[in-house]
């Protein structure tokens, strides 16, 4: 037990102050006892021999002169075999051996181990005696699940080191010695589990690159107009019922990434029980294994202490690094960035801190860039590459994008992705603006046909707005075409039914070649003798289109509707 | 053994402030003076700095009122006792009846954990076309009714409470105007609902901090009948009440105001309330519905804005009717699958049509050349208003999609409606003449001239 304690001498909400003899430092857990519990709690603030402690729990029942221990480490978690389709709240407690042991409700003060220290690994080694080898290095691996695990000389050591002992080939747990260590300190012995303290990113790689290749979600309006880059960020902001969780949880599913960390931060439980009761009998297609096998779940809903969103988040990225350190593509979805940003924003305002805008506290800006910048493509010790790629929603005051978080987001993003209350209320899914929304990223469409199409969008939606005040009589034949293609793209090639099981995942390679086919129709000049006639033949080619769509790609069948909408097109091009 | 203070070193708003000991956070107290005792609760402790908010309000408080610390968190009695009865937002009973006070249950207990919920999949039928086929009410759901000040927001919730086919209502009344309360009572009553309700209600000329217990009190005792495996359904009304208290004492408190006026931790303190409704694996159900009256009818308003992001959609309840625009239910695709097999076709379709309509109406506004497909769409409207979106409309689902093939029929030929055939042959009505030419029309409007 640490010998380092204090007093409380005040309770805020779930800010503690406490008075302490010995050093503590920024950012060090704390305990504070209540009656027989511990509540964890991390050191956000020291003046004077006081310190001010965010509690991750409910602080009732505290009293002035109470005890608290500090625990000379900052706020870790967990790293080792065993992370993987494991369910935890934001300090790392698994929620399903919650519920085992304690039912319905979430216990204060209750803190349990995150890995499972009972499992057996089968560990192979990878190192030999004799080897030198540094921080991130492999020393040998264990199977989880679809992946190889390596098990690495833990990150926070320095230097290089000489392998003096590993384990041979055999079955052991995360706390067994696989290996020994040495350097001109001593000897380490190595377990297959480290502890990492969640607020600080891991750095054991030799260089960063930029994220030039595209993380696949196939999500035809995200892939092809906004794309996301391995080891990219992006954001979603949007009102309320604009489908953010909705399109995090279709991401989750489809996204080409080898593991999926979800930080479900301060929104709705119901909306995580989806994922939790649904993922382990969805079959991901790349594998042929559940969907658990590839996910992580972090989980701090908006009835869950507030504070310990925060943790939740970075919790949540450390892991997300840790399987970025195997060579693997990681993708972690946050939703929401909102509330965290909120629970920094309530912690602000117990510490009276000078407040920004909105009462947000002025350092917001610095902490969403420091947590959006641990994404990365990295070159590994050994050369192969990894990569985080981080999305995150945000959830504006009133649906307003010119509010603090979400200006502060897309500063430090690689891509945005509006969501419209127009285009929701329109029921045009996924509501992604797609005029407002934008990306650094390279789309897997050729660059010329992608410019061609965001133009007639563009120029489209111009003649439609006219439309409202000239009506269609006073509207050229040539503009009202523009209109027609413009919202033709939008139907079949933007918007997307996600119920379809078909239509709901486009690959790469069908959206390239439905795109070339698109461009070949918004470049044809086409001839009808009057307007209607012209939506007649766009009605029609669209139904054709949207049943195209839902037709499997390896199919005859596919075929044959394509060459009827070259035949369709044939029938109303201008003979050159 | 419990100690007394009697020097109250500051008075502001509702919160006093008391030197004292051994005290917990959140600890309640009595404050007793010559105007008679009421409760109060401990928010901020610094050193001997004990800060309580006094839930019936400061006035006439002296400094010298005896503040007698309990040793205990807020608890409210929690039996079968309850039912048919009337309490203020602590527990002391409104009725005639006794007062409770055997098996105490804490107020405000820890978050249910997320492993131990269910996948919602009931539906609960309310009688009313715009909620049962267009956007399904389902158990355990949390769901506002977001209105202005002058709509029929109160009676809407006594209906849905009354068609509901649930174990226990327990209606919480926040500012509730006197008469509110009462015709909540004698509806109750008289369609013999009382006695599986319990009803705890604060009403306007209350001290505005004791509503602050109001929902708390409702869920803590909603989430122990449905451990024991009731379904219970909780009618919170008025949300934007408790949100406004909350926002006086934040204030009180001296903290840095987010927006408007309102604290930063808004969204966590509706949430934490609004959370407390679940489907329990193995157990009952708390399903929330609650009114939030919009400031100015602006959604964007701090409360409804706040509010909207944390339940599973939301009623518009606009000019007595509930609009089918913006109204959305996020669990409805759970249940309408399973009802009748026309049900999410009706349910598309006529929005769809209704939302024609509407771009009719602003055509027909703006003097633009009506087409025959407009003025079937206006007729289609009309009737539609009239029929489905009527408040006045009391039908069962099954009778209610009957009800829209019937509209359908009169304003449209089948192939004008876009729905598969297949639904077609099986539903479209025969008995009503087709809407095929000018025949049909002129009969209905001299109709509804009539």
């Known amino acids: ?576 | 053994m419990r100690k007394v203070y009697h020097e109250i070193t500051q008075i502001a708003g509702n919160i006093i402030t008391v030197e004292a000991t051994d005290v917990g956070y959140g600890e309640l107290a009595d404050v007793t003076s010559d105007n008679g005792t009421s409760l109060a609760q401990v928010i901020r402790l610094e050193g001997d700095r004990v800060t309580l908010q006094v839930f019936s309000g400061t006035r006439g408080i002296p400094t010298n009122a005896e503040v007698r610390f309990l040793g205990e968190r807020l608890r409210t009695s929690c039996s079968e006792a309850l039912l048919g009865r009337v309490f203020t937002g602590s527990g002391i009973p409104r009725d005639k009846g006794p007062v409770l006070d055997d098996n105490m249950i804490e107020i405000g207990g820890p978050a249910v954990n997320p492993a131990k919920r269910i996948i919602p999949r009931n539906m609960i039928r309310t009688g009313i076309p715009m909620i049962d086929v267009f956007n399904s009410l389902v158990e355990s759901q949390k769901l506002p009714i977001f209105s202005v000040a002058g709509e029929p927001y109160n009676e809407v919730l006594a209906r849905i409470a009354l068609n509901a086919e649930v174990d226990i209502i327990i209606l919480g009344g926040m500012g509730l105007k006197y008469d509110d309360y009462l015709y909540f009572r004698d509806t109750l009553e008289a369609e013999g609902a009382l006695s599986r309700s319990i009803l705890y209600v604060h009403t306007a000329s209350d001290p505005v901090v004791e509503c602050l217990l109001v929902p708390d009190t409702c869920l803590a005792v909603a989430e122990k009948f449905a451990l024991d495996g009731k379904r219970v359904l909780v009618l919170l009304t008025d949300m934007t009440n408790f949100a406004d208290a909350l926002k006086e004492v934040a204030i009180t408190m001296e903290q840095i105001p987010s927006n408007r006026g309102y604290p930063g931790d808004l969204y966590s303190q509706l949430a934490s309330r609004y959370e407390k409704a679940v489907d329990f694996d193995g157990a009952g159900s708390v399903t929330v519905l609650a009114v939030t009256t919009m400031p100015g009818d602006d959604v964007t308003h701090p409360i409804p804005d706040n509010t909207g992001y944390i339940t599973e959609g939301q009623f518009y309840l606009r000019n007595g009717r509930i609009e089918p625009f913006g109204s959305l239910s996020r669990l409805k695709q759970q249940v309408n699958a399973d009802t009748r097999e026309d049900h999410r076709t009706i349910m598309n379709t006529m929005i769809q049509l209704y939302a024609a309509y509407k771009e009719a109406l602003e055509k027909q506004s703006m003097g633009f050349r009506m087409s025959a497909w407009d003025l079937k769409l206006i007729k289609y409207g009309t009737i539609f208003e009239d029929r489905m979106m009527n408040l006045a409309v009391n039908i069962p689902l099954e009778r209610a999609l009957d009800l829209g093939w019937e509209i359908l029929a009169e304003c449209f030929a089948p192939e004008e409606t876009g729905v598969p055939t297949r639904l077609i042959e099986q539903f479209w009505p025969t008995t009503v003449a087709t809407a095929d030419g000018s025949g049909g029309d002129g009969g209905d409007s001299e109709e509804r001239a009539a």
Not at chain 1, 1 to 30: C, W, Y
Not at chain 1, 205 to 225: A, H, S
Not at chain 1, 297 to 305: G, H, K, V
Not at chain 1, 416 to 439: E, M, N, T, V
Request: aromatic share 8%; net charge negative; charged share 25%.
């Open chain 1, 1 to 576: 037990m640490s010998t380092k304690t204090g007093r409380i001498v005040g309770v805020n909400g779930n800010m503690v102050t406490a008075e302490f003899d010995l050093a503590v430092h920024q950012n060090e857990v704390a305990y504070v006892v209540v009656e027989d519990l511990r509540l964890i709690a991390e050191v956000i603030r020291v003046r004077g021999r006081y310190a001010d402690l965010q509690v991750f729990e409910d602080t009732a029942g505290l009293k002035v002169g109470g005890r608290v221990e500090f625990a000379d480490e900052m706020l870790s978690v967990e790293l080792g075999p065993g992370l993987l389709t494991q369910v935890y709240d934001g300090l790392q407690n698994p929620l399903p051996a919650i519920a085992e042991q304690c039912g319905f409700f979430l216990p204060k003060g209750l803190q349990l181990v995150a890995l499972p220290r009972e499992t057996e690994w089968d560990f192979t080694p990878k190192a030999a005696k004799g080897d030198v080898v540094r921080a991130g290095d492999t020393l040998g691996t264990v199977p989880e699940g679809i992946f190889d695990h390596w098990i690495m000389v833990p990150f926070g050591m320095q230097g290089s080191y000489r392998v003096t002992k590993i384990a041979p080939a055999g079955v052991y747990r995360v706390e067994d010695e696989i290996a020994v260590l040495e350097d001109d300190r001593g000897l380490h012995s190595i377990t297959m589990m480290q502890k990492w303290p969640v607020k600080r990113p891991i750095r054991a790689y030799v260089e960063r690159l930029r994220p030039t290749e595209q993380l696949v979600t196939k999500m035809r309006i995200l892939d092809t107009l906004v794309p996301v880059a391995k080891g990219g960020t992006y954001c979603i902001p949007g009102p309320f019922g604009a489908g953010k969780t909705v399109l995090q949880q279709l991401t989750s599913r489809h996204a080409d990434a080898d593991v999926v960390i979800i930080a479900a931060c301060g929104e709705r439980a119901g909306e995580v029980v989806e994922t939790l009761r649904e993922f382990p009998v969805l079959i991901d297609p790349r594998t042929g294994r559940s969907l658990m096998e590839r996910t992580v779940i972090i989980c701090n809903t908006s009835s869950m202490p507030v504070a310990a969103r925060e943790a939740s988040v970075y919790t949540a990225v450390t892991i997300a690094e840790y399987y970025r350190q195997m060579g693997l593509n990681v993708l972690l979805l946050a939703d929401s960035t909102s509330r965290w940003a909120q629970a920094l924003r309530e912690m602000s305002g117990r510490l009276e801190e000078i407040p920004g805008e909105e009462a947000f506290p002025a350092y917001l800006e610095s902490v969403i860039a420091a947590f959006y910048e641990r994404a990365g493509i990295v070159v590994l010790n050994n050369g192969t590459v990894g990569s985080v790629t981080i999305g995150g929603t945000v959830s504006p005051a009133g649906g307003d994008f010119e509010e603090p978080v979400t200006q502060s987001t897309l500063k430090v993003v690689g891509a945005f992705h509006g969501l419209s209350r127009a285009r929701s209320d329109a029921r045009r899914y996924p509501a992604i603006d797609p005029l407002d929304s934008w990306s650094k990223y390279p789309s897997i469409v050729p660059g010329d046909q992608l410019d061609r199409a965001k133009r007639i969008l563009r120029d489209g939606h111009e003649v439609q707005e006219m439309m409202k005040v000239v009506e269609e009589a006073g509207t050229s034949m040539d503009d009202f075409l523009i209109y027609l293609k413009a919202e033709y793209l939008d139907a079949v090639y933007l918007q997307q039914d996600a119920y379809d099981e078909v239509d709901g995942s486009t690959s790469a390679e069908r959206q390239k070649h439905v795109f070339n086919i698109m461009n070949t129709i918004l470049d044809s000049e086409l001839e009808f003798a009057e307007k209607d006639a012209a939506r007649r033949f766009f009605q029609s080619l669209t139904q054709v289109t949207r049943d195209w769509n839902r037709v499997s790609m390896e199919t005859e069948e596919f075929r044959l509707m394509e060459g009827r909408i070259h035949d369709m097109l044939a029938e109303v091009t201008k003979n050159a």
